[in-house]
């Protein structure tokens, strides 16, 4: 018999998904501020996650610290078009200290649920990063021409972004 041992790493359990608050406001952007130093994402003022706090789903610990956020917008498709509405998905933040714990792809889950349950024929996103977790999730690289004009509008080409793409 060998003197080795089996070590069980056990994860702690991920909270349930809610939308977020208008007064999860400051939390959020909390959240958010680590992505924004490293230039994953940008700054959005507090203002804006209480106007938008509707969009966003969050993971929270049982003290009631967030764990993690993500942003569905919804877009229509223009007329004539012959799609129907697409979502954009933005401002997808895990904390420090979760990362690696199954809260993003928990997240990814919901959002993608919500997108169906208001349904959306795509989803789109803008990553600086390698986007893993989306590929592992059906989401693939895809032309700028077929994402919302008025998202794409609105991305800072000097942050390099790719644009993945899912459709539903």
């Known amino acids: 018999m060998s003197g080795t041992s ?10 349930p998904v809610r939308t977020a608050r208008p007064e999860d406001a400051a939390e959020l952007a909390a959240l958010s501020r680590p992505f924004v130093r490293s230039g994953a994402l940008r700054e959005r003022p507090v203002s804006l996650y ?4 509707a969009d966003f789903l969050v993971t929270q610990a049982p003290d009631g610290t967030l764990e993690g956020c993500v942003g569905l917008r919804v877009h229509s498709a223009a007329p004539g078009e012959g799609r129907g509405p697409a979502g ?3 401002n997808f933040c895990v904390a420090g200290w979760r990362q690696g714990s199954g809260v993003g792809a928990v ?3 919901a959002v993608l649920a919500r997108a169906r349950a208001q349904s959306l024929d795509s989803l789109f996103t803008a990553t600086t990063g390698g986007g893993g977790l989306f590929l592992r999730y059906g989401f693939a690289p895809t032309a700028v021409r077929l994402a919302p004009p008025s998202w794409v509008e609105s991305l800072d080409p000097r942050r390099d972004a790719r644009i993945l793409a899912r459709s539903l």
Request: overall charge positive.
């Open 6 to 15: 089996a070590v069980v790493v056990r994860r702690a359990p991920t909270a």
């Open 50 to 53: 209480a106007t938008h706090a």
């Open 88 to 90: 954009v998905v933005y």
């Open 107 to 109: 997240l990814l889950r």
